[in-house]
């Protein structure tokens, strides 16, 4: 278990801020795909500072995991400075941030190469595509970020076979925590065990599919797996498991030995091995991973103010959106299109409320005052 006791000077998390240059990573240039209302980004990561709003959303969900991420790792990195260890939320936040900016370009290779090969050159999409969006984002950001940010990334990345990375980074708790957090997050909080079945079924079976009553199996499995490192970390137990175990029992549910994207079935052994000795040190502090939700830990400023920039970014085609949405006869249109646009589900909406209905009020429909959806 890892013990790195210190007592550095506490910041409050409402007193910590995003640096500028975090979300300066993600942007990129972008530019529309001939003949459809895709477009593609050609330089940098495409990720942040989206103009077009079709554009804006569809890249809102990976935002959206990213930013949770990195709320719910500086909550537990803050816990853990609290009670003495060696950590740092400042460096956690700025971090996961943009921790998938390959995301977009290594999609956007792969789904148009020829617009790719076009404009960058020839082979240039399948160059991106050979490597892990995880790899191709440290490409994209490597001298646009602080090294120690940059190589925390590094030792997150998926096969990451071009970046050197310190072996002493692989055991320090900011680490642990974020590398725990990125797997247990989608856009919610899930259960590790949950989670990292869904990585086994969807990398390691035939079409990424399982029945029902096969992925409760592998999730059951799974739980237990976590839970007898978690005993035997604790001393509840004098039997310990290892990566050749773990990754044997992953076997025995029909999981193939290797995938695409995460090569070696013994890779995802060894991160459930990992992230269930992180949630033992968690438990054993005293923190309570439970209480984890949609409102715990709440929503930071430093969040807050990202996500309003993400949206206002499209401010602008926004307004023709609304204007496309009011040409509608009557108010009951207006407000069925508004929804089926802005769905509550979409965590952008939020921030898109206020400046729908400052449009609606202002153009359309005095003396009919819109104030909720």
């Known amino acids: 278990m890892l013990r790195e006791r210190r007592r550095p000077e ?32 050609i330089d940098g990561s495409g990720m942040f500072g989206l103009t077009n709003w079709a554009d804006n959303k569809k890249w809102s969900g990976i935002f959206h995991h990213s930013l949770l991420t990195g709320r719910i790792a500086e909550y537990l990195s803050q816990q853990m400075l609290e009670r003495g260890f060696q950590t740092n939320p400042q460096r956690i936040i700025n971090t996961m941030v943009f921790s998938h900016a390959g995301r977009r370009a290594w999609e956007d290779a792969r789904d148009f190469p020829e617009t790719i090969n076009a404009v960058i050159g020839q082979g240039t999409a399948q160059d991106q595509t050979r490597v892990t969006n995880e790899v191709l984002g440290l490409r994209i950001i490597k001298d646009k970020v602080p090294p ?34 990125d797997h247990r997050t989608t856009h919610v909080f899930q259960p590790l065990h949950t989670r990292m079945a869904g990585f086994l079924i969807a990398n390691y079976f035939d079409g990424g599919k399982v029945p029902a009553e096969k992925q409760t199996e592998i999730e059951e499995t799974i739980l237990a ?14 039997t310990d498991i ?15 030995d290797s995938s695409a994207r995460l090569t070696d079935r013994r890779h995802l052994a060894d991160l459930i091995l990992q992230d ?24 930071p400023t430093w969040e807050d103010q990202a996500r309003k920039e993400y949206v206002l970014a499209a401010q602008e085609d ?14 009951p ?3 069925a299109a508004s929804y089926k646009e802005f769905p ?17 009020n202002r153009t359309t429909l005095p003396p009919y005052r819109l104030t909720t959806r």
Do not use: C
């Open 10 to 41: 506490i910041i409050k998390p409402s007193e910590r801020s995003l640096a500028p240059h975090s979300l300066n990573a993600l942007r990129g240039k972008v530019i529309p795909v001939e003949g459809t209302p895709a477009s593609v980004v």
């Open 276 to 299: 269930a000795e992180t949630e033992a040190q968690l438990e054993q502090a005293g923190i309570d991973l439970h209480t984890i939700n949609a409102h715990i830990p709440p929503m």
């Open 318 to 331: 926004l307004q023709e959106v609304f204007k496309q949405i009011t040409s509608y006869d009557n108010i």
């Open 148 to 181: 120690d940010e940059f190589n925390l990334v590094a030792a997150l990345a998926h096969d990451n076979t071009e970046v050197k990375v310190d072996p002493a980074i692989y055991e320090s708790l900011d680490y642990r925590l974020t590398s725990y957090v």
């Open 333 to 335: 249109e207006i407000i």
């Open 344 to 360: 509550d589900e979409l965590w952008s909406t939020n921030y898109i409320k206020p400046l729908l209905l400052d449009y609606l």
């Open 225 to 238: 797996l976590i839970n007898q490192k978690k005993q035997f970390l604790t001393g509840n137990s004098t």
């Open 242 to 256: 290892s990566s050749d175990d773990a990754n044997t029992i992953l076997g025995y549910l029909g999981a193939h």
